[in-house]
């Protein structure tokens, strides 16, 4: 047998091995270290590998399949303790004796981790959706609206006609503040249109923020069967992400709640009441178990507020349910929703309890319309016990059971002391013009009703009940009410903005 025996070849280069004459023929398949670094020298910068861990990388598939064959016991290599150090392993290599490596040496020290490597927060993907941004996803808004209709077909000369902008043309820079303020849905609408269309695609979360803006206004504007179309449009896109974990980290994390809601509310466009009703249940099922993860998962004053935020949220979905089911003639089920709303748990301050007094009076009045006023003079009175609840809330109450009961003089009474006290609460001013009605008191309902609308034009004619109730007196006074309706036209024209519903005007356009 030779005095030596050439080894496998490493990945790197070939090494010879001085071996006694009595020493066996070693395998071809053990690979040896061509060299260990010394290891009290450091890398330029600390980040970066070593030359020897960069080595035991690129060995690590070939050596795994080495790991599987053991060698027989004649062709076994006396190998270092495993107990061995580095530094004696650097001491062998600097002695000129070679330094064979087990590829199986499984006690060697392994460096720990850096410590991003042991964050648990999710990872955030790079996302880039095109589709978003496309501009086939919108439809184009008309150029017209019902009361430019109404404008043509009663108001003569046309130079009576209030000038109004159903272009929707904007101009940078927009205060968007300004434009809701004044009701410009169309001029949003657009505005956000253009903004989406010139996004870039890995913008999402601005992205779908701006696509709430833009639904938003359209259904604002009342168009409804538009703003289903182009929500439907936007969530086929999002149903659409690939990868899958893609697409549930932008509906877990990026998706705007309201989006949500809006999405839901489709159905109720499309005449499906029973089904809008699940698909909101299917949004308060979400809060309650989001709510229920930030408690069981986060700790601190961070995991405090994603509670309250989802906790927040599922009482709104809740509104929206009892509005709907107050609409559909379910009194019964809209009070069952609300009434555990009007007292709140808190675990701070002792465990007290948080009263919402104006929930509670909205829950009397559901009673009132469903024919139970025993149970709303119940709801009332413990509103009128409640420290919380403002002096003006309890007397409208007491106003409100005044009517149920007849009592019209005092219910004129305490609504009279409550619009003295505040001249712009145009709630008790649309109340007390009811209660002179039923008194029959006609004139002065309709000028209790005009006084506010002079003194406050732009918050009134936004009010459609205030319109509507006002257009029925002046049918109810004389056979000139359409003068005077036609002149309220006008001054609606001038203040209102868009999306306003003209049926409350009592004016038809055929």
Same mark, same amino acid.
């Given at each position: 047998m030779s005095s030596s025996q050439q080894v496998a070849r490493g990945p790197q280069s070939a090494q010879l091995l001085d071996l006694d004459s009595e020493a066996p023929l070693i395998d071809t398949t053990v690979y040896v270290e061509p060299e260990v670094p010394d290891p009290f020298l450091m890398d330029e910068e600390g980040d970066d590998m070593s030359d020897e861990e960069k080595r035991e990388d690129d060995h690590g598939i070939e050596n795994a399949s080495i790991s599987s064959s053991v060698l027989p016991a004649s062709q076994e290599i006396a190998l270092l303790s495993p107990s061995g150090t580095i530094a004696e392993m650097a001491s062998v290599a600097t002695s000129g004796a070679p330094l064979i490596i087990s590829p199986l040496n499984v006690d060697k020290d392994v460096p720990l981790p850096p410590v991003e490597d042991y964050m648990t927060e999710e990872e955030v993907p790079d996302l880039f959706l095109p589709g978003l941004i496309n501009s086939t996803m919108f439809l184009p808004i008309p150029n017209t609206d019902p009361l430019t209709t109404l404008l043509t077909k009663y108001i003569f000369p046309p130079e009576r006609r209030p000038v109004r902008d159903v272009g929707g043309e904007w101009k940078r820079p927009v205060d968007i503040h300004t434009l809701v303020t004044t009701n410009s849905w169309r001029t949003l609408a657009k505005m956000a249109r253009d903004r989406i269309v010139a996004s870039n695609p890995a913008d999402v979360e601005n992205i779908l923020g701006l696509w709430y803006l833009r639904l938003a206004s359209l259904a604002r504007l009342r168009l409804s069967n538009q703003t289903a179309a182009?929500?439907?449009?936007?969530?086929?896109?999002?149903?659409?992400?690939?990868?899958?974990?893609?697409?549930?980290?932008?509906?877990?994390?990026?998706?705007?709640?309201?989006?949500?809601?809006?999405?839901?509310?489709?159905?109720?466009?499309?005449?499906?009441?029973?089904?809008?009703?699940d698909a909101l249940s299917g949004l308060l099922k979400k809060c309650k178990r989001k709510a229920r993860e930030a408690k069981d998962t986060k700790e601190g004053d961070s995991a405090q507020d994603v509670r309250d935020m989802w906790k927040e949220r599922g009482s709104r979905v809740c509104l929206i349910l009892a509005s709907q089911l107050v609409e559909m003639k379910d009194f019964a089920a809209a009070?069952?929703?609300?009434?555990?709303?009007?007292?709140?748990?808190?675990?701070?301050?002792?465990?007290?309890?948080?009263t919402n007094p104006s929930l509670r009076s909205a829950v009397g009045r559901i009673y009132i319309q469903g024919g139970n006023v025993d149970l709303a003079r119940y709801h009332f009175s413990l509103v009128a016990q409640d420290p919380a609840a403002e002096e003006s809330l309890k007397r409208m109450n007491e106003a409100i059971l005044c009517a149920t009961d007849g009592q019209w003089s005092m219910g004129v009474a305490l609504l009279k002391k409550l619009v003295e006290n505040d001249s712009e609460n145009f709630v008790a001013i649309n109340n007390l013009?009811? =209660?002179? +009605?039923?008194?029959?008191?006609? %004139?002065?309902?309709? #000028?209790? /009703?005009?006084?506010?609308?002079?003194?406050? !034009?732009?918050?009134?004619?936004?009010?459609?009940?205030?319109?509507?109730?006002?257009?029925?007196?002046?049918?109810?006074?004389?056979?000139?009410?359409?003068?005077?309706? =036609?002149? +309220?036209?006008?001054?609606?024209? %001038?203040?209102?903005? #868009?999306? /306003?519903?003209?049926?409350?005007?009592?004016? !038809?356009?055929?």
């Amino acid at each position: 047998m030779s005095s030596s025996q050439q080894v496998a070849r490493g990945p790197q280069s070939a090494q010879l091995l001085d071996l006694d004459s009595e020493a066996p023929l070693i395998d071809t398949t053990v690979y040896v270290e061509p060299e260990v670094p010394d290891p009290f020298l450091m890398d330029e910068e600390g980040d970066d590998m070593s030359d020897e861990e960069k080595r035991e990388d690129d060995h690590g598939i070939e050596n795994a399949s080495i790991s599987s064959s053991v060698l027989p016991a004649s062709q076994e290599i006396a190998l270092l303790s495993p107990s061995g150090t580095i530094a004696e392993m650097a001491s062998v290599a600097t002695s000129g004796a070679p330094l064979i490596i087990s590829p199986l040496n499984v006690d060697k020290d392994v460096p720990l981790p850096p410590v991003e490597d042991y964050m648990t927060e999710e990872e955030v993907p790079d996302l880039f959706l095109p589709g978003l941004i496309n501009s086939t996803m919108f439809l184009p808004i008309p150029n017209t609206d019902p009361l430019t209709t109404l404008l043509t077909k009663y108001i003569f000369p046309p130079e009576r006609r209030p000038v109004r902008d159903v272009g929707g043309e904007w101009k940078r820079p927009v205060d968007i503040h300004t434009l809701v303020t004044t009701n410009s849905w169309r001029t949003l609408a657009k505005m956000a249109r253009d903004r989406i269309v010139a996004s870039n695609p890995a913008d999402v979360e601005n992205i779908l923020g701006l696509w709430y803006l833009r639904l938003a206004s359209l259904a604002r504007l009342r168009l409804s069967n538009q703003t289903a179309a182009e929500c439907t449009n936007l969530f086929a896109v999002l149903n659409a992400i690939e990868p899958p974990d893609h697409r549930h980290y932008v509906f877990e994390k990026i998706l705007p709640f309201e989006l949500e809601v809006m999405h839901a509310r489709v159905k109720y466009w499309s005449g499906d009441h029973m089904g809008y009703l699940d698909a909101l249940s299917g949004l308060l099922k979400k809060c309650k178990r989001k709510a229920r993860e930030a408690k069981d998962t986060k700790e601190g004053d961070s995991a405090q507020d994603v509670r309250d935020m989802w906790k927040e949220r599922g009482s709104r979905v809740c509104l929206i349910l009892a509005s709907q089911l107050v609409e559909m003639k379910d009194f019964a089920a809209a009070t069952k929703l609300l009434e555990p709303l009007c007292t709140q748990p808190t675990y701070e301050d002792g465990g007290k309890s948080i009263t919402n007094p104006s929930l509670r009076s909205a829950v009397g009045r559901i009673y009132i319309q469903g024919g139970n006023v025993d149970l709303a003079r119940y709801h009332f009175s413990l509103v009128a016990q409640d420290p919380a609840a403002e002096e003006s809330l309890k007397r409208m109450n007491e106003a409100i059971l005044c009517a149920t009961d007849g009592q019209w003089s005092m219910g004129v009474a305490l609504l009279k002391k409550l619009v003295e006290n505040d001249s712009e609460n145009f709630v008790a001013i649309n109340n007390l013009s009811v =209660a002179l +009605l039923s008194q029959g008191q006609l %004139k002065e309902a309709i #000028d209790v /009703l005009e006084k506010a609308l002079k003194s406050s !034009p732009a918050t009134v004619v936004v009010a459609e009940p205030f319109l509507f109730n006002l257009s029925t007196l002046y049918e109810l006074r004389s056979a000139a009410g359409l003068e005077k309706k =036609a002149n +309220l036209l006008i001054e609606v024209a %001038k203040w209102s903005g #868009d999306g /306003l519903k003209t049926s409350c005007l009592k004016m !038809p356009t055929n």
